[in-house]
């Protein structure tokens, strides 16, 4: 009932730059959170960046400094700015919101993922 799409990803030379965006629609009622995630070949999937309704943010470790969550809640879409790229950031990310359709708690929904690839 929630659909979220992503956009942005592709392919990059390291050192440089892209921003992601996802985009949620559907029977929202209420967005808690959203995030960012990603998965490398023969890893987990792991939080990148995550920004709360009330505007905490929080980064990887490996990502501070150099990403930033950002959002729009008038279009329900949240960006992700990636600077200074790195081979080890090649990844399929993955869009995350924290969200209710209704009564009830929130719950977590998941894009289908977009392909980043640090290469030259």
């Known amino acids: 009932q929630v659909q979220l799409v992503e956009s942005g990803g592709g392919l990059v030379q390291p050192g440089g730059s892209l921003r992601l965006s996802c985009a949620a629609s559907g029977s929202i009622f209420s967005i808690n959170a959203r995030g960012w995630y990603r998965q490398a070949p023969g890893k987990q999937r792991e939080l990148v960046a995550a920004?709360?309704?009330?505007?905490?943010?929080n980064y990887a470790d490996s990502v501070k400094g150099r990403f930033t969550i950002s959002g729009d809640s008038a279009k329900n879409t949240v960006y992700l700015q990636m600077n200074s790229l790195k081979p080890e950031d090649t990844a399929v990310y993955y869009c995350?919101?924290?969200?209710?359709?209704?009564?009830?708690?929130?719950?977590?929904?998941w894009g289908q993922g977009t392909q980043v690839t640090v290469s030259s």
């Open positions: 920004i709360t309704s009330g505007g905490s943010i």
């Open positions: 995350n919101a924290d969200a209710r359709t209704g009564l009830g708690s929130p719950r977590a929904y």
